[in-house]
């Protein structure tokens, strides 16, 4: 599966912004979903996921009922809804695909190497 992130931008600090991250060429609804981020000089972290079907969501404390992670599986997007953002939040966005079997369709996954397989990444520049 190929993954295409996009949304991104530059935002003063309170704003609202929705990422999407379309999926081609695979089963989407084969594939756990999550989204990270990486800042400048740190480690790409996890920002929160969203199982294969069933709609469970996992997110980081940091974004907790700032962000909404969703999937339009019609659509074959993932969508991260962030609100009141940050500064913190800066950072470039990957959305990421884990292939997942039947046994694990209700499985959220917190990790970088959870996933198989990556996006580009899009910007997000929250100003103060």
């Known amino acids: 599966v190929q993954l295409q992130a996009f949304g991104g931008g530059l935002v003063q600090a309170g704003a609202s912004l929705r990422l999407s991250c379309a999926a081609y060429?695979?089963?989407?609804?084969?594939?756990?979903m999550g989204w990270f981020r990486q800042a400048p000089g740190k480690v790409r972290e996890f920002v929160a996921a969203i199982s294969r079907v069933g709609g469970r969501t996992h997110y980081a404390d940091s974004v907790k009922g700032r962000f909404t992670i969703s999937r339009d599986n019609t659509q074959n997007t993932v969508y991260l809804q962030m609100t009141s953002l940050k500064p913190e939040d800066t950072a470039v966005y990957y959305c990421?695909?884990?292939?997942?079997?039947?046994?694990?369709?209700?499985?959220?996954?917190?990790?970088?190497?959870?996933?198989?397989?990556w996006g580009q990444g899009t910007q997000v520049t929250v100003s103060s």
């Open positions: 990421a695909a884990r292939y997942t079997s039947v046994t694990s369709v209700i499985t959220t996954y917190t990790t970088v190497g959870d996933y198989n397989y």
């Open positions: 060429g695979g089963t989407f609804t084969s594939y756990a």
